[in-house]
C-alpha cells in the first residue's frame, strides 16, 4: 500500500465507519440508559425546585476547599489535558476545513452562510504549543496511574488503551505537523487520521464516553439531594 | 482483582456457591432505574473518591476506596446487565465475578463503609457512591454473606420487632419504669394523638435518657402525643444490612402506627439512618404519599425553637456539633441542630471541615454494630477525636444515638477527656419551666 492509498483509505472508508461505529455506539449505549424506568420520589421534597440542583452540574467542576488539597493534581493537569486537546481538535486550521467539509457533506450547507461566521481557528505555532502542553500533561496522568497506589489499584485495561487512544491523535498530529522523521506526508497524516478514527471507534466502549455522560451523572446526583436538601 | 489482606467474611445459609454469585447480581440490579445505570456508566477510575473516605484518610490502604469497593458490581453490572454486555460476555472482556471475589469484598462493603457520602460530595462525575454501596448491599444480603454480627442484630429485629431486643413488652416495660422513675407522664399506646414519637434501639437500651427527654419536651410544650407498643421502633437494620423486605415490614410498622392513632407529626428519634429509612426512604415504601409529617428530633426542636414555644436556659459553655451523614450531609436537616445551640447560647465552634462535609464517626452503615471492625473502626475514630480536639469545645453534642454510642466506645478505647452530649437531652435539661 501506498502512502496516497493509505491517506485515501484513512479518508475515505475508514473515517465512514468509525463515524458510523461512534455514532452507533454512542446512541446504543445512551439509549441502553436512558430506557430504564425511573420511579417517582413520593417522599415529601425539603424543596420542590429539585432543578435547581443542577447547578451540581457547574459545582463539581472544581472540588470543595475541603477535598482539595488531596485532588489539585489530577484536576489541575486533567483540565490541561482536556482544553489542550480540545483547542487542538477545534482550532487547528486543517481540522476546521475538515468539520467545514464534513458540515457541507453532512447537511449540505456552508457553515458560515448557515451561522452568518466563520469558523474561527488559532495560529498552528499555538495549537501545536498547546498540544505539546497537553501531551506532557497526559503522560503526567499516566505516570500518576502508574504509581499512585490508590490509581494503580482501580484502573484497568479501559484505562491505559483510553489513555493511548487520546494521546496518539495529539502525537501523530504533532509528528505530522513537523513532517518528521523524513516519511511521507501523506504517510504521517494518514496515521494521524487513523489515530483519531480508532479513538472514534473506542469511543462508545470505554471510559471515553464521559464525556456524554458526566453532566447527566451530575444532574442526576445534583436533583436528587437537591429535593433532600442534602449538601451538593 | 485482588486485595492487599486477607480477607474475613462471614456466611450465611448452605447455598451453592454459584447460586450466591447469581443471588448478589440479580439483587444488585433489582432495583436499578436509569440513574444508577448512569453513574455506573460513567466513572473514570480518578481515585479522588479515596480522598474523602475517612478508612482510606485513616490507613492510607488503596483497597478503601470508595469505588474499589463496588469493584465486582461494576464487574458484573457491565457483563450481565450494561447496553454492551453481550459484547462483553461473548468476548469476555469482563470475567464472571466469582465467590471468592465477593467473599472479600464483603470486609469493603461492610466493615470498612458507613454510607455516609462522602465520597459522592467528591465524585466529579457526580456518582452517588453511597447509594450503590447500599445496592451492593442487597445483593450481598440474598447472597447470604454478611457479617454474622450484623446479620444476627437483623434478624433479630425481624424477628422481634427490635436489633437490641426492645420487643413491644421490653419497651412498654421500660416506658412504664421510666415514667414512675422520673416522675414524667409517658403516654403509651393512645388511640388519638396529634404527635407520634418514636425512638432507636440504642436509646431504649443505652440511653434511656433519651426516652425521658423526649417525654419531658413533649409534655413541655403541652402536646397531644404518645408512644405506641405497635410502632415505635426507628431503628432499621434491614436499610443498614441490606434486605429491602424487612426494612419495608420494619417502615410499615411506624407508619401504620401512626396513621392508626391519627398523628399529624412523626417525630424520628435521634439517630441518622432512621432518618433516611423513614423520612426520605417511607413513601416509596409505603407505595404513596405519607398522610403526616415526618421529623427528625432535631427539626423538630428547631422548630419548635424558632415558633418560640420553646424557650430554653442559657448553657455557658463552648460546644461543637458533630453531623450526623445520614441527618446532615444526605439528609439536608444541617441547620436545625445549629439553631437549637443557638438558642441554648453556647459559644459553637465549627469544626473543620463541617456541615456536610464533616468526617463521619466512623460507626454508621452498621458499622458499630460488627464488633471485627473494631480495630479499624478506632483507626477511623482518631480523625474525629483530632477534630473536635481541634475546636477546643467543652462540649461534643451529635444528634444521633449511632454516632454517641461511637463516640462513647471511642472515648473508652482511647480514654479520651471528651464525652458526646445528645442535643436532645441537652434541650430536655434546659427548658424554662416557667414558660408553659
Same mark, same amino acid.
Not at chain 1, 149 to 176: C, E, H, Q
Not at chain 2, 166 to 191: G, N
Given at each position: 500500500?501506498?502512502?496516497?492509498?493509505?491517506?485515501?483509505?484513512?479518508?475515505?472508508?475508514?473515517?465512514?465507519?468509525?463515524?458510523?461505529?461512534?455514532?452507533?455506539?454512542?446512541?446504543?449505549?445512551?439509549?441502553?440508559?436512558?430506557?430504564?424506568?425511573?420511579?417517582?420520589?413520593?417522599?415529601?421534597?425539603?424543596?420542590?425546585?429539585?432543578?435547581?440542583?443542577?447547578?451540581?452540574?457547574?459545582?463539581?467542576?472544581?472540588?470543595?476547599?475541603?477535598?482539595?488539597?488531596?485532588?489539585?493534581?489530577?484536576?489541575?493537569?486533567?483540565?490541561?489535558?482536556?482544553?489542550?486537546?480540545?483547542?487542538?481538535? !477545534?482550532?487547528?486550521?486543517?481540522?476546521?476545513?475538515?468539520?467545514?467539509?464534513?458540515?457541507?457533506? !453532512?447537511? &449540505?450547507?456552508?457553515?458560515?452562510?448557515?451561522?452568518?461566521?466563520?469558523?474561527?481557528?488559532?495560529?498552528?505555532?499555538?495549537?501545536?504549543?498547546?498540544?505539546?502542553?497537553?501531551?506532557?500533561?497526559?503522560?503526567?496522568?499516566?505516570?500518576?496511574?502508574?504509581?499512585?497506589?490508590?490509581?494503580?489499584?482501580?484502573?484497568?485495561?479501559?484505562?491505559?488503551?483510553?489513555?493511548?487512544?487520546?494521546?496518539?491523535? !495529539?502525537?501523530?498530529?504533532?509528528?505530522?505537523?513537523?513532517?518528521?522523521?523524513?516519511?511521507?506526508?501523506?504517510?504521517?497524516?494518514?496515521?494521524?487520521?487513523?489515530?483519531?478514527?480508532?479513538?472514534?471507534?473506542?469511543?462508545?466502549?470505554?471510559?471515553?464516553?464521559?464525556?456524554?455522560?458526566?453532566?447527566?451523572?451530575? &444532574?442526576?446526583?445534583?436533583?436528587?439531594?437537591?429535593?433532600?436538601?442534602?449538601?451538593? | 482483582?485482588?486485595?492487599?489482606?486477607?480477607?474475613?467474611?462471614?456466611?450465611?445459609?448452605?447455598?451453592?456457591?454459584?447460586?450466591?454469585?447469581?443471588?448478589?447480581?440479580?439483587?444488585?440490579?433489582?432495583?436499578?432505574?436509569?440513574?444508577?445505570?448512569?453513574?455506573?456508566?460513567?466513572?473514570?477510575?480518578?481515585?479522588?473518591?479515596?480522598?474523602?473516605?475517612?478508612?482510606?484518610?485513616?490507613?492510607?490502604? %488503596?483497597?478503601?476506596?470508595?469505588?474499589?469497593?463496588?469493584?465486582?458490581?461494576?464487574?458484573?453490572?457491565?457483563?450481565?446487565?450494561?447496553?454492551?454486555?453481550?459484547?462483553?460476555? =461473548?468476548?469476555?472482556? @469482563?470475567?464472571?465475578?466469582?465467590?471468592?471475589?465477593?467473599?472479600?469484598?464483603?470486609?469493603?462493603?461492610?466493615?470498612?463503609?458507613?454510607?455516609?457520602?462522602?465520597?459522592?460530595?467528591?465524585? %466529579?462525575?457526580?456518582?452517588?457512591?453511597?447509594?450503590?454501596?447500599?445496592?451492593?448491599?442487597?445483593?450481598?444480603?440474598?447472597?447470604?454473606?454478611?457479617?454474622?454480627?450484623?446479620?444476627?442484630?437483623?434478624?433479630?429485629? #425481624?424477628?422481634?420487632?427490635?436489633?437490641?431486643?426492645?420487643?413491644?413488652?421490653?419497651?412498654?416495660?421500660?416506658?412504664?419504669?421510666?415514667?414512675?422513675?422520673?416522675?414524667?407522664?409517658?403516654?403509651?399506646?393512645?388511640?388519638?394523638?396529634?404527635?407520634?414519637?418514636?425512638?432507636?434501639?440504642?436509646?431504649?437500651?443505652?440511653?434511656?435518657?433519651?426516652?425521658?427527654?423526649?417525654?419531658?419536651?413533649?409534655?413541655?410544650?403541652?402536646?397531644?402525643?404518645?408512644?405506641?407498643?405497635?410502632?415505635?421502633?426507628?431503628?432499621?437494620?434491614?436499610?443498614?444490612?441490606?434486605?429491602?423486605?424487612?426494612?419495608?415490614?420494619?417502615?410499615?410498622?411506624?407508619?401504620?402506627?401512626?396513621?392508626?392513632?391519627?398523628?399529624?407529626?412523626?417525630?424520628?428519634?435521634?439517630?441518622?439512618?432512621?432518618?433516611?429509612?423513614?423520612?426520605?426512604?417511607?413513601?416509596?415504601?409505603?407505595?404513596?404519599?405519607?398522610?403526616?409529617?415526618?421529623? #427528625?428530633?432535631?427539626?423538630?426542636?428547631?422548630?419548635?425553637?424558632?415558633?418560640?414555644?420553646?424557650?430554653?436556659?442559657?448553657?455557658?459553655?463552648?460546644?461543637?456539633?458533630?453531623?450526623?451523614?445520614?441527618?446532615?450531609?444526605?439528609?439536608?436537616?444541617?441547620?436545625?441542630?445549629?439553631?437549637?445551640?443557638?438558642?441554648?447560647?453556647?459559644?459553637?465552634?465549627?469544626?473543620? %471541615?463541617?456541615?456536610?462535609?464533616?468526617?463521619?464517626?466512623?460507626?454508621?452503615?452498621?458499622?458499630?454494630?460488627?464488633?471485627?471492625?473494631?480495630?479499624?473502626?478506632? @483507626?477511623?475514630?482518631?480523625?474525629?477525636?483530632?477534630?473536635?480536639?481541634?475546636?477546643?469545645?467543652?462540649? %461534643?453534642?451529635?444528634?444521633?444515638?449511632?454516632?454517641?454510642? =461511637?463516640?462513647?466506645?471511642?472515648?473508652? #478505647?482511647?480514654?479520651?477527656?471528651?464525652?458526646?452530649?445528645?442535643?436532645?437531652?441537652?434541650?430536655?435539661?434546659?427548658?424554662?419551666?416557667?414558660?408553659?
Amino acid at each position: 500500500m501506498t502512502s496516497q492509498t493509505l491517506l485515501e483509505f484513512a479518508r475515505g472508508p475508514a473515517l465512514g465507519w468509525a463515524i458510523s461505529i461512534f455514532v452507533a455506539g454512542v446512541l446504543w449505549r445512551l439509549v441502553g440508559i436512558l430506557l430504564l424506568r425511573t420511579k417517582k420520589d413520593l417522599s415529601e421534597p425539603r424543596n420542590a425546585a429539585t432543578w435547581k440542583g443542577l447547578r451540581l452540574i457547574g459545582l463539581r467542576s472544581w472540588p470543595r476547599k475541603e477535598f482539595l488539597e488531596g485532588t489539585a493534581f489530577g484536576e489541575v493537569m486533567g483540565y490541561t489535558f482536556h482544553v489542550g486537546f480540545l483547542v487542538a481538535l !477545534l482550532f487547528l486550521v486543517p481540522h476546521v476545513l475538515f468539520f467545514e467539509d464534513l458540515f457541507e457533506g !453532512l447537511l &449540505g450547507f456552508d457553515f458560515s452562510d448557515v451561522f452568518g461566521f466563520t469558523w474561527p481557528t488559532l495560529p498552528t505555532q499555538a495549537i501545536t504549543f498547546l498540544a505539546a502542553v497537553s501531551l506532557a500533561a497526559l503522560i503526567a496522568v499516566l505516570i500518576h496511574r502508574l504509581t499512585n497506589p490508590v490509581k494503580r489499584l482501580i484502573s484497568n485495561f479501559d484505562d491505559y488503551f483510553s489513555w493511548l487512544l487520546t494521546a496518539a491523535p !495529539l502525537a501523530t498530529g504533532m509528528l505530522a505537523y513537523a513532517h518528521a522523521g523524513g516519511a511521507p506526508y501523506q504517510t504521517l497524516l494518514a496515521t494521524h487520521i487513523l489515530s483519531v478514527e480508532a479513538l472514534l471507534i473506542w469511543f462508545p466502549f470505554g471510559k471515553l464516553m464521559h464525556a456524554f455522560t458526566i453532566f447527566a451523572a451530575r &444532574g442526576a446526583q445534583g436533583m436528587i439531594f437537591e429535593r433532600k436538601g442534602a449538601s451538593l | 482483582m485482588s486485595t492487599a489482606t486477607q480477607a474475613r467474611f462471614d456466611k450465611q445459609g448452605d447455598m451453592p456457591d454459584a447460586e450466591r454469585v447469581d443471588k448478589a447480581m440479580r439483587n444488585f440490579v433489582k432495583d436499578f432505574g436509569r440513574t444508577a445505570a448512569l453513574w455506573m456508566e460513567s466513572c473514570i477510575h480518578c481515585g479522588m473518591c479515596a480522598e474523602a473516605c475517612h478508612f482510606y484518610e485513616a490507613t492510607k490502604d %488503596p483497597k478503601y476506596t470508595p469505588i474499589w469497593k463496588l469493584e465486582p458490581f461494576k464487574q458484573a453490572y457491565k457483563r450481565e446487565y450494561g447496553p454492551f454486555a453481550l459484547v462483553y460476555r =461473548t468476548l469476555n472482556l @469482563k470475567p464472571k465475578v466469582t465467590i471468592e471475589e465477593l467473599e472479600q469484598w464483603q470486609e469493603l462493603l461492610y466493615d470498612s463503609c458507613t454510607v455516609c457520602g462522602r465520597c459522592s460530595l467528591m465524585c %466529579p462525575m457526580g456518582i452517588d457512591i453511597a447509594s450503590l454501596i447500599s445496592q451492593a448491599r442487597h445483593g450481598m444480603f440474598h447472597a447470604g454473606l454478611v457479617p454474622h454480627a450484623l446479620y444476627t442484630v437483623t434478624e433479630r429485629g #425481624h424477628r422481634e420487632g427490635s436489633p437490641l431486643g426492645a420487643t413491644p413488652k421490653v419497651f412498654k416495660d421500660r416506658v412504664e419504669w421510666l415514667a414512675d422513675d422520673h416522675e414524667v407522664e409517658m403516654p403509651l399506646d393512645k388511640a388519638q394523638a396529634d404527635v407520634l414519637c418514636t425512638m432507636s434501639s440504642i436509646e431504649i437500651m443505652k440511653y434511656p435518657d433519651s426516652v425521658v427527654a423526649t417525654a419531658r419536651i413533649m409534655n413541655h410544650l403541652g402536646l397531644d402525643w404518645t408512644f405506641r407498643t405497635d410502632g415505635y421502633e426507628a431503628t432499621n437494620f434491614g436499610l443498614l444490612s441490606g434486605n429491602a423486605a424487612w426494612q419495608k415490614e420494619m417502615t410499615l410498622k411506624l407508619i401504620n402506627a401512626a396513621i392508626a392513632c391519627g398523628a399529624k407529626t412523626l417525630i424520628l428519634p435521634e439517630c441518622g439512618h432512621a432518618y433516611t429509612a423513614l423520612r426520605w426512604m417511607g413513601a416509596n415504601m409505603y407505595g404513596k404519599p405519607l398522610p403526616f409529617r415526618v421529623l #427528625h428530633m432535631s427539626e423538630f426542636l428547631a422548630e419548635s425553637v424558632q415558633s418560640g414555644r420553646l424557650k430554653l436556659k442559657k448553657v455557658s459553655k463552648s460546644a461543637t456539633f458533630h453531623d450526623p451523614c445520614q441527618v446532615s450531609r444526605r439528609g439536608g436537616a444541617t441547620e436545625a441542630p445549629r439553631v437549637v445551640l443557638e438558642a441554648l447560647g453556647v459559644d459553637l465552634h465549627e469544626m473543620f %471541615p463541617t456541615k456536610g462535609t464533616n468526617w463521619c464517626c466512623g460507626g454508621g452503615g452498621g458499622v458499630v454494630a460488627n464488633p471485627r471492625a473494631n480495630d479499624l473502626r478506632h @483507626k477511623v475514630f482518631k480523625i474525629k477525636m483530632e477534630q473536635i480536639d481541634e475546636t477546643g469545645a467543652e462540649l %461534643p453534642v451529635t444528634s444521633c444515638a449511632n454516632c454517641r454510642q =461511637t463516640f462513647d466506645d471511642g472515648q473508652a #478505647h482511647f480514654k479520651w477527656d471528651k464525652e458526646m452530649h445528645s442535643l436532645l437531652e441537652l434541650v430536655a435539661d434546659n427548658l424554662i419551666e416557667e414558660a408553659r
